[in-house]
């Protein structure tokens, strides 16, 4: 759908100049069809953003930096796939993935009737303070009854945030600056690398699930600067 989009930090809606959208896919809990909504779009266009962005285009990581101007970066979270998860119907389970920051929550799609499941579906989360844990959980989806608890993980990304403090232009691809080690106090089944690849600075995670027989879920982190990161 053409347009530039954002969201909004009134209700978490993903907002294009124009219209707006909800719906599977777009990473928030939303009615069972997809439904385009024309303008006016969610809420009020702040009279601050229509002053600032008027007569040039807007990036959607400018219209956030203006619209909370504490927020140091954005985080993409890409939940890539589940491990052995648990079962919940019968023989199997159909998971989904949610990840919550704060008052942010976001949501994977459902994968049907798989314990192995691959989303590869990338969330955004704004950051604005970085000691608070990114928590994960994971359900399988009924259609009649509430959905079943699947286990839950959490991590925090201060090496992340750490890492991009550095100075770390004309490394090398692939360079590793730092590794965090699977402990009782974190959720970690695997090593974890922080590390350098085109300019921008990734983790890898391999969570296991508490609370549940079994179960583990891997993500790849991805932090977008803005003017408030470069500062940093």
């Given amino acids: 759908m053409p347009g530039t ?24 809990r939303s009615p069972r069809k997809n439904r385009t909504f024309q303008s006016p779009v969610c809420h009020p266009t702040p009279p601050f953003l229509l002053s600032a962005f008027a007569g040039r285009s807007a990036s959607p ?7 909370v101007p504490e927020m140091l970066g954005l985080l993409k979270v890409k939940v890539q796939r589940g491990f052995n998860l648990a079962v919940r119907d019968f023989w199997s389970s159909d ?5 919550k920051m704060g008052k942010q929550k976001l949501k994977t799609r459902v994968v049907r009737r798989n ?27 009924d259609t009649f009854s509430l959905d079943d608890p699947m286990g839950r993980a959490e991590f925090d ?3 992340l945030v750490e890492a991009v403090k550095m100075k770390l232009e004309g490394l090398p691809n692939g360079t590793i600056i730092t590794t965090v080690t699977p402990c009782r ?9 922080v590390y350098w690849s085109d300019g921008e ?3 890898d995670l391999i969570l296991r699930l508490r609370d549940v027989e079994r179960g583990e879920v891997e993500l790849k982190l991805r932090w977008v ?3 408030s990161s470069r500062d940093l």
């Fill in 61 to 67: 990581t400018s219209v956030l930096q203006a619209m």
């Fill in 201 to 203: 600075v990734f983790q």
């Fill in 225 to 227: 600067s803005t003017q």
């Fill in 185 to 193: 106090k974190n959720c970690l089944a695997e090593v974890s690398r």
């Fill in 157 to 159: 990304i201060r090496m």
């Fill in 5 to 28: 989009t954002y969201r909004c930090f009134s209700c978490l809606r993903v907002v294009f100049f124009g219209t707006i959208t909800t719906g599977y896919g777009s990473g928030l």
């Fill in 115 to 141: 314990t192995n499941p691959v989303w590869n579906e990338e969330l955004t989360l704004s950051i604005e303070d970085p000691n608070l844990p990114v928590r994960l959980e994971v359900f399988d989806k």
């Fill in 95 to 99: 998971p989904y993935v949610i990840v």
